[in-house]
């Protein structure tokens, strides 16, 4: 089995900033792209950062330059550095990796985390 627990989430004032965690654990033989996408109240879920094995990134437009993702391959980990937030970041943010797990089928799989909520209000 695999699983994903997200931690970081909060209330935070305008212009703060926060940093999301994502560790994957379990029966994992590789992971190859990680990511974080959210979900706001009445709208549907969005693309927020990926990152690949190799360190390549992508970005929604909404989000270049004030967020980074990172990830620490030794630990499974994936991260979201949020800067300048603003109301409208506030969201669930869902962590979620493509992961090859040890039992099974031997191929990749997408594994989604739990969610944790993000408000941004003064």
């Known amino acids: 089995q695999v699983q994903l627990e997200e931690s970081g989430g909060g209330l935070v004032q305008p212009g703060g900033s926060l940093r999301l965690s994502c560790e994957a654990s379990?029966?994992?033989?590789?992971?190859?792209?990680m990511g974080w996408y959210r979900r706001a109240p009445g709208k549907q879920r969005e693309l927020v950062a990926t990152?690949?094995?190799?360190?390549?990134?992508n970005y929604a437009d909404s989000v270049r330059g004030r967020f980074t993702i990172s990830r620490d391959n030794a630990k499974n980990t994936v991260y979201l550095q949020m800067n300048s937030l603003k109301p409208e970041d506030s969201a669930v943010y869902y962590c979620k990796s493509t992961i090859r797990s040890t039992v099974g089928r031997p191929r990749f799989e997408d594994y989604w985390g739990q969610g944790t909520q993000v408000a941004v209000s003064s």
């Open positions: 379990g029966s994992i033989f590789s992971i190859a792209a």
């Open positions: 990152i690949t094995s190799g360190g390549s990134t």
